[in-house]
């Protein structure tokens, strides 16, 4: 395992009182959830609270109100409306939390009711400080409280940074169905179930990151790296009980999540952004150079292309209202307007408050990305003044463009070294082309386009697609631990089946939602033909492009298809669902119905799908088995297992893989 990047010292480990410790640990969706249970945790009490405790007013006391009057809150609940969460988002994943932490039968009973799902408890009231001893783990990776806390709980209280058995003080400051989102104030016990990782800097303090409990990007860092995987086996469990919508026994045991092989240092991209300076800060700004115009123009430019560049108005108010005395932050063209002063911050947002929290350094991301963002950082500093809105930095990790460029007279050669990290370079133009080693290829795709953000997984990720499509009762030399290798078998790197030994054994290959080409030429050695579909012009340009650069143009077609009709092109091309697997990658939003027709259509030998978001998968694939059911067809889900491409995250990604019978 790799060790995390030493960063500076965290303040000394309080002094440690230790009780007995659980025999197994508590996760929502289990039985073991109450606050009330008699099952002992490990608890570190503590005389302090942390450095990074939120300031509580004086005079907010334990359960108490410190805000508006209770009639005046009963007021505005009658106007507030009533949105209940889109199904298979986010919130509506956390509200399957607090179903199964409360009671199925409790909550059912009080939906039933109305709004008085809404009504919190008449002793909690935001703006109040509460006590807590945490139940479980959400399954994005915050904590969940009963309240009240003696007795039957009635409600949940949701806070980021604690852990199943501690006891902290929470801040109140929304109520929502069955439910309040709190501030963490402090942990006055820790417990120590999940508690001791690589990454717990009450343990290590120079591991970990300096910005956790502050910065929301990382929720399990001071897990054990073996709990974070198995919180991640039980999100892809919970994903298919809560939306697969069949019955549980046509679904198999979820597997082991697989590991990444790096923890730390692993990101290949981010995207740190910033808030323009509000207008009275430039009342008395030096007017910027034409070289700093020119900086913020191109940076407008990056952030159009990712997505952002609105100024967070909410955001800018923070920061001047926490600049206090402080200095102001950016060089030339920086100013004061009286007594107000305004930071500039580039970093990552902040967990509980509005405003960019400013950071130096990213652990989990490559060392070329945290080298680049010094000098990153220094430039948008020296400019901000010329900014007119706020925008979003891109730093990519790639390795430099090889010369001569591989073609198709003159491909990749396999055998060439791989550069260590230190010979990266990292990208900053979103529209250049970033390089990338996968095994035996190398993958070429413009920087702000998508990508998986962790290399070091694509290799036993592809081999495991590659055993899920030729189980080991086809090829008995395969076995599942080839997935934790850094490759294929040296001896044999490119084995290709024998055609027509199996009749049920695919020999073409269909890659939906091919993006640049990533499964269709790291799976091509194992087919005998290769097609890519996808509606995007620019991810075949690009899935082209890799094909070539690794000798396979004769062997893959790329074809740019319409929604409606997105596998027409195929059967010219030679592909037909009876000697064809299908492996599916969508985005987060799952594949929509016409899709998932097609594909039935199309009839596959084999589909897998691999997903970034489990829950949207649990749909498909009950949806998928229900219609071809209906069509007098039967596919069975042969295997589900988690693949752990963000450590110190709770996401997971998750492949399915189905069988035609």
Not at 258 to 271: D, E, L, M
Not at 304 to 328: D, F, I, P, Y
Not at 531 to 557: F, H, P, R, W
Request: charge should be negative.
């Amino acid at each position: 395992m790799s060790s995390p990047p030493s960063l500076p010292a965290s303040p000394p480990p309080k002094r440690l009182k230790t009780h007995a410790q659980p025999e197994f640990p508590v996760e929502v969706g289990t039985e073991i959830h109450s606050q009330t249970s008699a099952e002992p945790f490990v608890q570190t009490a503590l005389e302090e609270a942390p450095v990074k405790a939120l300031f509580v007013p004086t005079g907010a006391s334990q359960g108490g109100p410190a805000g508006p009057s209770n009639s005046k809150q009963k007021a505005r609940k009658r106007k507030q409306k009533r949105p209940v969460p889109e199904v298979y988002s986010p919130a509506d994943v956390l509200f399957h939390d607090i179903k199964d932490f409360l009671g199925k039968e409790f909550v059912e009973d009080i939906l039933a009711k109305g709004d008085q799902a809404w009504e919190a408890p008449e002793d909690l009231h935001t703006q109040s400080v509460v006590e807590l001893r945490v139940g479980a783990f959400t399954v994005s990776g915050e904590s969940i409280s009963a309240w009240p806390q003696n007795g039957t709980p009635k409600w949940a209280i949701i806070a980021p940074f604690a852990h199943p058995g501690d006891l902290i003080r929470a801040k109140i400051y929304r109520h929502d169905r069955l439910h309040s989102v709190a501030d963490l104030v402090e942990i006055i016990e820790y417990s120590e179930t999940y508690r001791g990782g690589e990454g717990d800097r009450r343990k290590y303090p120079e591991n970990g990151c300096k910005y956790f409990g502050e910065c929301g990007g990382c929720q399990l860092q001071p897990l054990p790296y073996q709990l974070q995987l198995a919180h991640k086996k039980r999100t892809v469990q919970l994903a298919y009980q809560r939306y697969f919508s069949l019955d549980p026994s046509l679904l198999p045991e979820v597997k082991e999540t697989i590991p990444s092989p790096k923890q730390w240092g692993y990101r290949t991209k981010i995207t740190p952004h910033f808030d323009a300076p509000p207008k009275w800060s430039r009342a008395k700004a030096v007017p910027p150079t034409p070289k700093a115009k020119l900086n913020s123009t191109a940076v407008d430019e990056e952030a159009s292309a990712n997505g952002a560049g609105e100024s967070h108005s909410e955001e800018t108010a923070m920061n001047a209202l926490e600049g206090g005395a402080g200095v102001v932050i950016g060089g030339k063209g920086a100013s004061e307007a009286g007594s107000r002063k305004w930071e500039c911050r580039i970093g990552f947002e902040r967990k509980g408050r509005p405003g960019v929290m400013d950071i130096e350094e990213c652990p989990i991301a490559t060392p070329v990305l945290n080298a680049k963002l010094t000098p990153e950082r220094a430039r948008i500093n020296d400019t901000i003044m010329s900014f007119t809105k706020g925008a979003t930095l891109l730093l990519r990790d790639s390795l430099p463009a090889p010369e001569p460029l591989p073609s198709p007279d003159s491909p990749f050669d396999p055998s060439t070294p791989v550069l260590p990290e230190d010979q990266h370079v990292a990208i900053t133009n979103h529209k250049l082309p970033v390089y990338e080693r996968v095994g035996s290829f190398l993958l070429s795709f413009a920087a702000g386009s998508f990508f998986q953000n962790n290399n070091s997984i694509l290799v036993p990720l592809t081999e495991y697609v590659r055993e899920a499509i030729f189980p080991s009762s086809t090829n008995p030399t395969s076995t599942i631990s080839s997935v934790d290798s850094t490759g294929p078998d040296p001896a044999n790197p490119n084995p290709v089946p024998q055609v027509g030994s199996n009749p049920t054994r695919p020999t073409h290959l269909v890659d939906a939602y091919c993006g640049s080409g990533l499964f269709g030429i790291t799976l091509s050695p194992h087919f005998e033909r290769v097609a890519g579909v996808e509606i995007s012009q620019d991810s075949i340009t690009a899935a082209k492009k890799n094909a070539e650069m690794n000798g396979l143009g004769e062997k893959t077609e790329w074809l740019c298809g319409k929604a409606e009709d997105i596998f027409g092109g195929l059967p010219e091309k030679g592909f037909e669902g009876s000697k064809s697997c299908v492996v599916v990658d969508p985005p987060r939003k799952g594949c929509d119905e016409p899709f998932l027709k097609q594909l039935l259509d199309f009839k596959p030998i084999t589909v897998v799908y691999v997903s970034c978001n489990v829950h949207t998968q649990a749909r498909d694939v009950g949806w998928l088995l229900r219609e071809a059911d209906a069509r007098g067809v039967k596919y069975v889900v042969e295997s589900l297992r988690g693949f752990d491409l963000f450590p110190q995250t709770a996401h997971v990604e998750s492949v399915a893989v189905l069988r035609l019978q």
